[in-house]
């Protein structure tokens, strides 16, 4: 049955420069690129190609040597130029010169027929060795899913309210019979439901319309409204032992697009976000792609941070650095590396704060978008119990004993304290509005490795 779930803790990072739903057409990206780093969890990656090997757009470059059946698969045709390393030889990336026109390797089609009468085994083998497996997340961890599970759910976030997140709307358009097929092959992996999430105070992008056999779920309310993590918690918690996957809506659409075109189709529309960006727009490329081309003659000043995903829990990346896997933005802010002296105590209202702080003035115009930097404004300092954490976030957990659990490695406290239904993007709210600057993501990931390493 499905839900309407209003939630009232929570918090909008209203930042200047969301992309106007517009499409613009950058300088030709000419290098992609697949970082192991991007699938977490992953820690024995076997490379598959070498330097000077040619591909094609689903060629395989690595597997996990822990799920050997999955590969990770070129997102363009063309030739392999660097494979990078790092510290003890650590694989970082394969990138890949793009051909101008790009060509495919061929997979099996599937018609309606085919794909009612095809067993769960025979889908699963298909979705690993095509390259489009990565796309679903299993939860509890926050890892990709291993194939020789069964969820006993699967759920679908069809909206984001990180700030400046794209619209879906955008991203998804004309995709409406691709996603349709890679939910009803979807079904075939779980006995249980697919949970789709959409907003409940707008009208949902067309592409979710006609769906069958999917219970749609409504939420509303500040971020992290649009967070899978918080659907799961209201409608079907994780408990001890539980299995869900998760996937993207995109994610959805190339695995209906394997089965529609036979083929592994890595095209996807990105927003190009940011006070910092000239042109907040969106554009056509292709996964992993370098991101110079939409950063050239397209930023405000040379001091820029650019970010793989979004302000909060988007990764840090050089400006010819690469999109990860999973993210569909690049976000531009200034870049914050100076000291400002008395700077929370200056009367101004060009901050934006949650806390209504002597000199923070930002509460007063809650509709304003705020142009602000990368600065942290302080340095850690001893974990301040305030409630603030509880106060953003809309799940039965209590972040700050849990925070103090993983420092303490505390095991048990942590399994009582709800570490089996959060990922870092769950409590990043947290480390936003900490007073005591404390790396709450960090954190959160070390105690799901003492967890699921234990």
Not at 235 to 253: A, E, F, L, S
Request: with cysteine; proline share 6%; charged share 25%.
């Amino acid at each position: 049955m499905s839900k309407l779930v209003k939630l009232k803790k929570g918090f909008d990072i209203r930042l200047a420069g969301k992309a106007e739903k517009q499409m613009h057409d950058f300088q030709p990206v000419k290098t992609f690129a697949i970082k192991p780093t991007d699938f977490i969890g992953m820690q024995r990656p076997k490379v598959l190609v070498k330097e000077g090997d040619t591909v094609k757009a689903g060629t395989p470059l690595l597997f996990d040597k822990k799920m050997e059946k999955v590969q990770f698969v070129s997102p363009v045709s063309g030739k392999i130029v660097e494979i990078k390393r790092g510290e003890k030889r650590k694989l970082l990336e394969i990138k890949i010169l793009a051909d101008d026109v790009i060509e495919f390797e061929s997979f099996q089609k599937y018609s309606s027929s085919e794909l009612q009468s095809a067993s769960r085994e025979k889908i699963i083998d298909h979705l690993a060795a095509s390259g489009v497996w990565p796309q679903l997340i299993q939860r509890p961890f926050g890892v990709i899913a291993n194939p020789d599970d069964t969820p006993k759910s699967i759920f679908i976030s069809g909206f984001d309210t990180h700030p400046l997140a794209p619209d879906y709307e955008v991203l998804l358009k004309g995709q409406e019979e691709a996603f349709k097929l890679g939910i009803d092959i979807l079904k075939k992996l779980t006995k249980g439901k697919i949970h789709l999430g959409v907003p409940a105070d707008k009208a949902a992008p067309a592409v979710y319309s006609n769906l069958q056999q999917v219970e749609i779920n409504k939420f509303s309310g500040p971020h992290p409204a649009g967070n899978v993590g918080v659907h799961i918690h209201h409608v079907d918690p994780i408990g001890k032992g539980d299995i869900i996957w998760t996937i993207n809506p995109y994610g959805v659409v190339q695995i209906g697009n394997l089965l529609l075109k036979g083929v592994y189709d890595a095209s996807k529309i990105v927003a190009i976000t940011g006070s910092e960006a000239k042109k907040a727009c969106y554009t056509q490329t292709y996964l992993g792609a370098c991101v110079d081309s939409f950063v050239a003659e397209n930023i405000k000043s040379t001091n820029v941070r650019a970010i793989s995903g979004n302000p909060l829990t988007g990764q840090k990346i050089n400006l010819d650095g690469y999109l990860s896997y999973y993210d569909h933005q690049l976000s531009l802010l200034p870049e914050g590396d100076y000291y400002e002296f008395l700077g929370w105590m200056k009367p101004t209202s060009d901050k934006l704060s949650y806390h209504k702080a002597l000199g923070l003035l930002s509460f007063l115009y809650p509709k304003k978008e705020f142009v602000l930097d990368t600065n942290n404004r302080g340095e850690p300092r001893a974990f301040v119990s305030t409630g603030v954490f509880e106060s953003v976030t809309p799940m039965d957990i209590f972040p700050v004993y849990l925070m103090k659990a993983i420092m303490a490695e505390d095991y048990d406290d942590m399994e009582e304290l709800g570490i089996y239904e959060v990922i870092e993007e769950d409590l990043a709210l947290c480390e936003f509005v900490d007073v005591s600057k404390h790396p709450v993501q960090e954190l959160v990931r070390k105690g799901i490795e003492l967890i699921q390493y234990s």
